[in-house]
Antibody
């Protein structure tokens, strides 16, 4: 069974960097698919942040591209996200998921982490 | 404002069928069969229920079905059950700079 688990601080100060890691079990990132992040502000809809392949190939939401960096560590079977210069608008539940980029038949986020709430506040 | 347009609210009685629409453009839904649907219950992660416009992942009830016509995709839930109550989101690939877009979500109430 594929499982994903987000980890990282729940509170980040404005202008600082938000860092999250997603640990994957039950599937090797090296075996394929795009992995990535989707966020959901409280009471609002879903927003795609970006996706990364095990090779390091990335795609980013252009509205966040200047502030976000995804990375992958296949030896630990995990991938990570950094979002710089955060503001209150970045307060959201952050989900990591498998198949977060539409690339080939059957592409759609099929396994999700439980989500982690990140609040941006001083 | 979301790139894909969904009705904010939909309701139906147990046993009935309902349809949720998701309207995009010729750059996303109209151009690709990369349309997916997600169900989300309060406090839970979204759950994939439809991929590639019409495909149900393993374990998803056949009461859920997807379709597409032009720039609009639709999710139909037949034989409505109380457990179907929740939020539903559509998503698509887009050839615009955005790459991956979501609808604003539809809240389904089972009366």
């Amino acid at each position: 069974q594929v499982q994903l688990q987000e980890s990282g601080p729940g509170l980040v100060k404005p202008s600082e960097t938000l860092s999250l890691t997603c640990d994957v079990s039950g599937y090797s990132i090296r075996d394929g698919y795009y992995w990535g992040w989707i966020r959901q502000p409280p009471g609002k809809g879903l927003e795609w942040i970006g996706s990364i392949y095990h090779s390091g190939s990335t795609y980013y939401n252009p509205s966040l591209k200047s502030r976000v960096t995804l990375s992958v560590d296949t030896s630990k079977n995990q991938f990570s996200m950094k979002l710089t210069s955060v503001t209150a608008a970045d307060t959201a539940v952050y989900y990591c998921a498998r198949r977060t980029f539409y690339y080939g038949s059957g592409s759609a986020p099929d396994y999700w982490g439980q989500g982690t709430l990140v609040t941006v506040s001083s | 404002q979301s790139a894909l347009t969904q009705p904010a609210f939909v309701s139906g009685s147990p046993g009935q069928s309902i349809t949720i629409s998701c309207t995009g453009t010729s750059s996303d839904i109209g151009a690709y069969n990369y349309v997916s649907w997600f169900q989300q219950h309060p406090g839970k992660a979204p759950k994939l229920i439809i991929s590639d416009v019409t495909n149900r992942p393993s374990g998803i009830s056949n009461r859920f079905s997807g379709s597409k016509s032009g720039n609009t995709a639709s999710l139909t839930i037949s034989g409505l059950q109380a457990e179907d109550e929740g939020d539903y989101y559509c998503s698509s690939y887009t050839s615009s700079i955005s790459l991956v877009v979501f609808g604003g979500g539809t809240k389904l109430t089972v009366l």
